[in-house]
């Protein structure tokens, strides 16, 4: 059965894109109500309520500022900023990206009815939890580029360059939350495995230490990793006023990965799908 489901030789067509990217703008106002429904019931029932999606990432960014900027000075290299905003500029990105790849690994499971529904387009559900946690990282960004001008640091064209960085970490999330939240449904272990690779990413990545500081045969296999080049992105649009075509080679790689998870997520996704509703 496998076999069938993973054989590429029946690419994605050019019009299945299209016809997703078409549900997606007809069904976009569907995606910010349950998106935001989403939100408000992770917390439901909670004395501090939604506030907890801010608190949360806060202390756990606060106790990594509090480690390396007084014990491990070394981590994060040469900056030209405080240590707590160079290490924002990776964690909340990091915080973004790990939310949305384990709320939509289960996004499937838990919306098993609205499967059964054959009018409803099931590709968007995994996008819905990535919408409800983006609302939190937009809130994110806005509050670290008002740190950033409160230290004296004025905007500048390269921030715009965050939302050429967001739309690839978007990319990037779509393909692996179609891959995991698909593969969930018949094998439930995949939603542990992902919390084993997003915390084995997470120390993988480098949000709070420099890669500079590895040696250059290490660097290397480190640059693999997509999630380098977003959160080297995001320091150095914010700090180090540095353009994406600078770095062509990571640019053309990270763009050349991202696209062959979508293609394959699609299709896997579409080979699954009809089988969704007989598991669950």
Do not use: C
């Not at 990594?64 to 900027?69: D, G, Q, R």
């Not at 609302?135 to 390269?158: A, E, M, Q, R, T």
């Not at 693999?224 to 992105?233: E, T």
């Not at 995001?234 to 640019?251: A, N, V």
Request: proline letters at 4%; zero cysteines; glycine letters at 6%.
């Amino acid at each position: 059965m496998f076999k069938r489901i993973l054989n590429l030789k029946k690419y994605l067509k050019p019009s299945d894109i299209a016809l997703f990217l078409k549900a997606l703008y007809r069904n976009r106002k569907i995606i910010h109500q349950m998106a935001r429904d989403d939100f408000r019931n992770q917390f439901l029932g909670s004395f501090l309520g939604v506030f907890w999606a801010f608190v949360q990432p806060l202390v756990f960014v606060f106790a990594l500022w509090f480690v390396f900027s007084l014990g491990l000075r070394q981590a994060r290299g040469e900056a030209p900023v405080p240590f707590v905003l160079w290490l924002m500029a990776g964690m909340f990105l990091w915080f973004f990206f790990s939310q949305s790849i384990l709320r939509g690994t289960g996004a499937i499971l838990e919306s098993s009815y609205l499967v059964k529904n054959v009018k409803f387009q099931v590709s968007i559900l995994p996008v819905i939890k990535i919408v409800s946690a983006l609302n939190v990282h937009v809130i994110f960004i806005l509050l670290l580029l008002l740190l950033y001008v409160g230290n004296g640091i004025w905007p500048n064209l390269y921030w715009l360059q965050i939302i050429y960085y967001l739309a690839g970490t978007l990319a990037l999330e779509i393909g692996l939350t179609w891959i995991f939240s698909s593969l969930t449904v018949f094998v439930k272990d995949v939603s542990q495995i992902v919390q084993i690779m997003i915390r084995i990413g997470f120390w993988l990545t480098p949000v709070f230490w420099s890669i500079d500081r590895m040696p250059s045969s290490i660097q290397f296999i480190l640059k693999l990793n997509p999630m380098y080049y977003l959160v080297q992105g995001y320091r150095d649009s914010l700090i180090y006023k540095t353009g994406f075509w600078e770095h062509p080679h990571l640019t053309l790689y990270f763009w050349t990965v991202t696209f062959l998870i979508l293609v394959f997520g699609g299709i896997v996704f579409r080979r699954l799908r009809p089988h969704f509703a007989d598991v669950l």
